[in-house]
């Protein structure tokens, strides 16, 4: 909450053909919706409210000139919230209600920096894991954007990798499953880690080209080794700074350096 910086899910995608402000409006609608649980009434007005904010900017679906104006952020999304509240729109009211953790921490309503720098790294696991999830996901989209309007990648070295840590609260995420999908030849990669292959959608799963598994409860032995394609016994003979990876069809054992000792071997 102390940050200066934010993330803007309301930043437009610039894409002639998939992008727009009507079109974000509805991809954060549908974010919202799924990470807040909103009812049909508040889907149908925090839409339209949107879609007012993207207006008063001057950005307009009609006019694809207008989608580089500084977008609106979730400041103007709740003034306009508390105008209607206080016009006596109930359901208004009551979406001020679920949105209010959002609009406490702020994370949505600060400037977002140009993520331009060799290394960026966003901590958010101050945030409750449902907006720290909307954020994730707001990221996400935005990276994966930004890389299909530059272009497909003549080589196989990705321009951009994303880490997503505790990747639990992204099980869902159509963002995560569209860049492990398409985002390679685009030059997008993503690395995801979580404790346990529950958190991880088949999707994801399925589509990446390395897959890394650490010593595991005996208890999921059977399930890890069956979800990963690797050997029961190679899974249940895993100790600590030993891992089983997989790059293709190749697996093997591998032992690891930790980060500690890197540092004070210098």
Partial sequence: MASSHGINPLIVNLDAEGGGPHLQAIAVTT???RSLQLGPNQEGLLLEILQFCYNRRGISQEQPTSWTREAPNFTDLQQEIESRVESG???SQKLKLKLIATFTYGVFCRPQPDFTEKHIRIDLSKLPPEIGAIAAESLAWQLMN???LTGEIEGKLPRTYLFIDEAKELRKSRACDRIIADGRKYGLGLVLASQSERHLSDDVIGNSSTKIVLPVDQSEVKRVAAKFRFAEKKVAELV???AL???GKQAEVTSIFPYHR???DG
């Fill in 262 to 264: 890197r540092v004070e």
């Fill in 146 to 148: 930004q890389h299909r």
């Fill in 240 to 242: 600590p700074l030993t």
């Fill in 89 to 91: 729109c109930k359901e």
């Fill in 31 to 33: 974010t919202l919706k």
């Fill in 245 to 247: 990876c997989r790059f």
